[in-house]
């Protein structure tokens, strides 16, 4: 609408140099203007629900025994969409399209009212007017002492030069010298020639100057306070256009951890915390986040649910992770949720509020000290592979069909040639010549350290260790080998 809008106008700027071809001209003649009309009516049409209106008669008539009246009904619909029409921006629709009509040369003026239609595509002016509408009380007393003051300056300088100065010939003349004086403008087309007149305008460029600096405190104060709506306005119209993305609620230890490796991973995903401290901090790391309540229903509806991937739910606080978990799952019974638990008993609770699963960091960190205790160097190398420390790590690559390994034995995979161990393999179903060696793990079974028997397929997931580059690449052969 904007084009159409911009487009429009130059045609009709054009039309006044007379330098508008036939086709263009066309255009604006039939095609902007058809465009404007039916935009105009189907704002009229869905300002107010007809049907809501409708049915209302058509109950109260039921119950009162008395025949539906539809003029009534006509009357009431009229009322609804008028109330629409008498608008600032319905009146500025409908004078948008008057220019159109050519007969009549004087609608050329109307022609600004389809610039002030772009009012209603663009954010950030309608955030200005926004912002400017919280301080009208300020602004109002503001217009009001200004037009006062100029009114005084203007009366004053007429008193006072009205008889002496050739450029004042009346009291307009004199008002519009107070105006551009108090606005530290200064054309100088007109200027005073006695002493207590340009005393009287020392005095009016001061007062001026204060004024100015009273307007721009105003407006200063009435951005500082919208900023950080603006700020969280912008960063939510942002993440509504992300695509299959992971959802973070709380910006805790864990979570920070997470982020990281999504950010390594180069997957998207947006952070949501209650706490205006963590979020900055978030902020300055580099993530995506936003301040709000992930128990919000209006903050969730706003959220392009349909393209969340998967959501972790890692605040300090199992109470707060429960009611974020059953809120979602309002939302979304499918999607998986990865909780943090304290306890194994609250993660049993968070179990049943809906949470695929969950992690307990106390649970965690008990079998690693206990690993210290009685195998340190064990120790040393769980926690080099954990914390990425030397570039070794564990990842998952997962089968692709049609690609060089899917259906090719564990013995038959160049592992080695790769520089990488294999430590397992996920699967979806049971092959029934090894059934004994296998865990149930994420609804599939996982066969640790597999036997050169075990064939893999499409879908199943290798979980390897060795350094991030040769699993990289790794992964890389396997999709360019699905490619060819």
Request: proline share 3%; with cysteine; glycine share 6%.
């Given at each position: 609408m904007i084009g159409v809008v911009l487009f429009s106008v130059a045609v009709l700027i054009l039309d006044i140099e007379g330098r508008v071809p036939p086709i263009v001209s066309f255009l604006d003649e039939y095609l902007v203007t058809t465009t404007f009309i039916v935009e105009y009516l189907l704002r009229v049409w869905v300002y107010s629900d007809v049907r809501e209106i409708i049915l209302e008669e058509a109950e109260v008539s039921a119950l009162l025994g008395r025949p539906f009246r539809s003029w009534r009904v006509f009357l009431k619909i009229l009322k609804n969409k008028f109330e629409y029409m008498i608008t600032p921006m319905a009146i500025i629709d409908l004078l948008a399209i008057l220019p159109s009509y050519r007969p009549l040369r004087i609608l050329r003026i109307f022609l600004l009212f389809r610039l002030?239609?772009?009012?209603?595509?663009?954010?950030?002016i309608?955030?200005?007017?926004?912002?400017?509408?919280?301080?009208?009380?300020?602004?109002?007393?503001?217009?009001?002492?200004?037009?006062?003051?100029?009114?005084?300056?203007?009366?004053?300088?007429?008193?006072?030069?009205g008889s002496k100065n050739p450029n004042i010939h009346n009291f307009f003349d004199a008002f519009y010298w107070s105006f551009i004086t108090i606005s530290t403008v200064g054309y100088g087309d007109i200027t005073p020639v006695t002493p207590e007149g340009r005393t009287l305008t020392i005095i009016l460029v001061i007062v001026g100057i204060g004024f100015i600096s009273f307007a721009t405190s105003i407006i200063v104060s009435a951005f500082s306070e919208k900023l950080d709506q603006l700020k969280e306005e912008r960063r939510l119209?942002?993440?509504?256009?992300?695509?299959?993305?992971?959802?973070?609620?709380?910006?805790?230890?864990?979570?920070?951890?997470?982020?990281?490796?999504?950010?390594?991973?180069?997957?998207?995903?947006?952070?949501?915390?209650?706490?205006?401290?963590?979020?900055e901090e978030a902020i300055e790391r580099g993530f995506k986040a936003l301040r709000a309540d992930a128990t919000d229903r209006t903050f969730l509806k706003e959220l392009n649910f349909e393209e969340i991937k998967r959501i972790f739910v890692l605040t300090n606080d199992d109470i707060v992770n429960a009611f974020i978990i059953l809120s979602?799952?309002?939302?979304?019974?499918?999607?998986?949720?990865?909780?943090?638990?304290?306890?194994?008993?609250?993660?049993?609770?968070?179990?049943?509020?809906?949470?695929?699963?969950?992690?307990?960091?106390?649970?965690?960190?008990?079998?690693l000290t206990a690993t210290y205790v009685v195998s340190p160097h064990i120790f040393e190398v769980l926690q080099t592979i954990l914390t990425e420390r030397r570039g070794v790590v564990l990842d998952e690559v997962r089968v692709i069909g049609g690609s060089y390994i899917d259906g090719e034995l564990v013995g038959e995979i160049p592992f080695s040639r790769y520089k990488l161990l294999c430590i397992g393999v996920w699967k979806r179903r049971n092959p029934q010549n090894i059934h004994k060696w296998y865990l149930q793990v994420d609804g599939g079974f996982f066969f640790f350290n597999p036997p050169a028997y075990l064939r893999v397929e499409e879908g199943d997931i290798l979980v390897v260790m060795g350094y991030r580059v040769n699993i990289d690449y790794f992964r890389f052969n396997i999709e360019r080998s699905a490619i060819k």
């Open positions: 002030f239609k772009i009012l209603r595509y663009s954010r950030s309608n955030t200005f007017i926004e912002v400017l509408g919280n301080k009208k009380f300020e602004l109002f007393i503001l217009l009001l002492s200004v037009g006062f003051v100029t009114f005084i300056g203007g009366a004053l300088i007429y008193v006072l030069e119209f942002s993440a509504k256009k992300l695509q299959k993305f992971s959802l973070i609620c709380g910006f805790s230890d864990e979570a920070e951890r997470v982020a990281e490796r999504l950010k390594e991973d180069k997957e998207p995903f947006i952070i949501v915390d209650i706490n205006r401290e963590r979020v979602l799952r309002s939302f979304n019974r499918n999607v998986p949720i990865v909780a943090l638990a304290s306890s194994p008993e609250n993660g049993i609770k968070l179990k049943n509020a809906g949470a695929t699963y969950v992690v307990e960091p106390s649970k965690g960190t008990a079998v």
